[in-house]
């Protein structure tokens, strides 16, 4: 599975910016798929996943403001991100879980990464 982001950009504080992966490659071994980002300075973070038949998640700092859509039959996710804040300035980086079935160790998760796109907030 490979991931391209695509939509990174700068936006004025209160804006808003849609970023998009598009994932090729084996997708159909796609368990879940999100999206983290990294500030300068900082550990990547999450900011929302989306399993496979399960629950949304978002992190406490994007809530009500970010949406993850998942269009599986173009195999895409995008992240909708209003009301943006110059916190929320960071490198965003597209994740997949992806299964790989083995015989020595039956069913594992890979995560795999996309390049990453850059998102700046100007205030």
């Known amino acids: 599975v490979q991931l391209v982001e695509s939509g990174g950009g700068l936006v004025q504080a209160g804006g808003s910016l849609r970023i998009t992966c598009l994932a090729s490659g084996s997708v159909w071994n796609i368990n879940s798929m999100g999206w983290y980002r990294q500030a300068p300075g900082k550990e990547r973070e999450v900011v929302a996943t989306m399993p496979n038949g399960g629950n949304t998640n978002y992190a406490d700092s994007v809530k009500g403001r970010f949406t993850i859509a998942r269009d599986r039959a173009k195999n895409t996710v995008d992240l909708q991100m209003d009301s943006l804040k110059p916190e929320d300035t960071a490198v965003y980086y597209c994740?997949?879980?992806?299964?790989?079935?083995?015989?020595?160790?039956?069913?594992?998760?890979?995560?795999?990464w996309g390049q990453g796109t850059l998102v700046t907030v100007s205030s």
């Open positions: 994740n997949a879980g992806v299964t790989v079935t083995t015989i020595e160790n039956g069913d594992r998760t890979l995560e795999v």
